[in-house]
């Protein structure tokens, strides 16, 4: 339906726009570079992405613009019905951010030359025409804000008897995308047959594939640019078809060349006395973990924020504060998303090279905007930029399990908790880690090592209701999330895990009686939908389960991300509707 449709517009107006101008580019010139990335190896077998660009490009050319919402592209693009419901599916959405890493993959490479640069802004579906030339003019005219960037040079690979050269060229190419948006370096390259004398780089990544008993692998090894000396090497399996373990190696690549900036210890401090003291009380009330610990550091930020509006540390830490807010404690959910993203955005343009402000950063578009690939690279830079941080672990490892990369996240976790080893939230992330593993023993031994720490952490007890729970103790599991609401102050806020509990001990009256309760409390105050979701999991009724999914994704509750991974919701995932819930959210299974 699409492309005829693309194509009858076209057809129409083909004489007229080819002596046209769009924002001062020749209409003839836009439709050839869009001919050429659709016939490029990065779009070409992305049928559903070319439809979606050629789609948005042709409707622009023709003055239809202001046409390009949601709506209208679910139903040409996609083959939605006219019931499509953009706020309940995401489809769009997720396409969109699968088409600007496209574009950003193919201009990285196969388009690095090319004159006419085609983008999609971020909160737009209308396509942006930019030649090469007011590109380099926009940048000479910006202000050099990261002199810090370190330059790494990823070199051509050499192929070995038996290995692929078009697997070799794949996985630099690939290299090179996912390096290139790391704000903290500046990446160049070589094709292969360009020479690499003389090549001016702080660091080269150089690689070789082999194809030893018909199993692809590659080496790679990081040298220091000036003396060659080696930094790391690298062996890897290339699995048939699948790239993924690239950003793991990108990881370690970051982590080895990316020391803290020059200046980021400096802007952790104001001038202002008073300012410097609410932040360290409010880093004080985060680090102690009491009840109502990330309400508490939020007034605290807010208050060194108003007395210095140019303290970039304590913009970051309000942003994480807040983040931490909307995931574990109620309130306002809407009015604190949106200052926690004001906050964030604040940060970085004060002190981009400080590691927090991409920890905020990270987290904001991880949790708050679903937007999983950016957050990812955001909390990477902020890792890379200090080693040390135990919280830059937690929150990626966080944001790792909430995207099914398990194993991962518990790496991360261990590294938080060897860094910080008083650290109650490192502690409870890896009792977590053992939880989701089904490792229920184990999780239990590291709640209760917290609990001795502090009795007051309420998220011990969390932790021990989610392991007990999935061990089917349930009796024990209902004390323990019975703890979390007492000190937490909040009947509501992970109710559904304990009428999940109710329902599954036998106790259905109980947790029938929940459930009005929370239908009572809504008049009122926030009652996330997941709530009712895990106690109908508990029931057996598994339409109204995802009837309530379903509106806690439409609803972008960011809590829902981490309270999926709850055992109250094994019995679902087995479910086609659980797998397109993930889709919605924009972490569905590669």
């Known amino acids: 339906m699409m492309e005829s449709a693309v194509q009858t517009a076209a057809s129409q107006s083909e004489s007229a726009a080819t002596a046209a101008v769009l924002n001062g580019v020749p209409v003839a ?4 570079e869009l001919d050429r990335i659709l016939r490029s190896r990065v779009f070409i077998h992305s049928h559903r992405i070319r439809r ?8 622009c050319l023709n003055g239809r613009h202001h046409r390009l919402k949601e709506y209208l592209i679910g139903m040409e693009v996609f083959n939605r019905e006219e019931s499509f419901d953009p706020r309940v599916d995401s489809i769009v959405r997720v396409e969109a951010r699968r088409l600007r890493a496209k574009l950003e993959e193919y201009y990285a490479a196969e388009g690095a030359a090319n004159e006419l640069r085609v983008h999609l802004r971020k909160g737009s579906y ?25 330059s790494i040079a990823v070199l051509p690979f050499s192929v070995g008897d038996g290995a692929s050269p078009a697997l070799a060229e794949d996985i630099h190419r690939h290299l090179i995308h996912h390096l290139t948006p790391d704000d903290a370096l500046q990446v160049m390259s070589r094709r292969p047959g360009e020479p690499v004398d003389g090549v001016r780089a702080d660091y080269l990544l150089s690689g070789s594939i082999s194809a030893d008993g018909g199993v692809p692998r590659l080496l790679l090894q990081l040298l220091e640019g000036a003396e060659h000396s080696y930094l790391f090497s690298q062996e890897v399996e290339c699995p048939a078809g699948d790239l993924s373990f690239l950003d793991d190696v990108c990881s370690n690549v970051r982590r080895a060349i990316i020391n803290p900036a020059p200046g980021g210890e400096a802007v952790r401090q104001s001038d202002n006395k008073e300012s410097f003291a609410s932040y360290l009380q409010g880093m004080y009330a985060l680090k102690a973990s009491k009840p109502g610990a990330f309400s508490t550091s939020r007034n605290y930020f807010s208050r060194a924020v108003e007395m210095d509006p140019e303290y970039g540390a304590a913009w970051a830490s309000l942003a994480q504060s807040l983040v931490l807010v909307c995931l574990l404690e109620s309130g306002d959910h809407d009015q604190f998303c949106a200052q926690a993203r004001d906050a964030a955005a604040k940060a970085v343009s004060l002190t981009e090279a400080l590691p927090e402000a991409h920890t905020a950063h990270g987290l904001v578009l991880s949790f708050l905007d679903w937007q999983w690939n950016e957050g990812a690279r955001e909390l990477q830079n902020a890792i890379c930029l200090d080693k040390s941080s135990a919280l830059a672990h937690v929150a990626f490892g966080v944001q790792l399990a909430a995207r099914g990369r398990l194993s991962d996240a518990r790496a991360e976790f261990g590294e938080a908790e060897r860094l910080d080893p008083v650290s109650l939230l490192a502690h409870f992330c890896v009792g977590w880690g053992h939880t989701l593993e089904s490792e229920y023993d ?3 031994s590291r709640f209760r090592l917290i609990a001795l720490l502090e009795p007051d952490f309420a998220w011990s007890y969390l932790g021990m ?29 992970f109710s559904g895990p304990l009428g999940y509990c109710y329902a599954m001990s036998g106790r259905r009256d109980e947790a029938l009686r929940l459930l009005s309760k929370l239908a009572e409390s809504a008049r009122t105050q926030h009652v996330p939908a997941v709530n009712y979701a895990s106690i109908y999991a508990g029931l057996g009724d598994r339409e109204r389960a995802f009837e309530y999914l379903d ?14 991974l709850g055992p109250e919701f094994n019995s679902l995932r087995s479910d086609e509707r659980f797998a397109r819930l993930r889709e919605k959210m924009g972490i569905a299974e590669a």
Request: positive net charge; contains cysteine.
């Open 29 to 32: 010139q836009i439709r050839a």
């Open 551 to 564: 509106q806690s994704a439409a609803a972008h509750e960011s809590a829902l991300p981490i309270l999926l």
């Open 126 to 150: 209308v396509p942006v025409f930019e030649t090469a030339a007011r590109a380099r003019m926009a940048a000479a005219g910006a202000p050099a804000t990261r002199a810090w960037r370190r």
């Open 465 to 493: 209701g989610w392991a007990c729970a999935g061990k089917g103790q349930y009796a024990e599991a209902i004390a323990h999330f019975t703890n979390v609401s007492h000190l937490l102050q909040s009947r509501f806020l």
């Open 442 to 444: 184990e999780a239990m």
């Open 52 to 59: 979606f660009l050629q789609f948005v490009v042709e409707e």
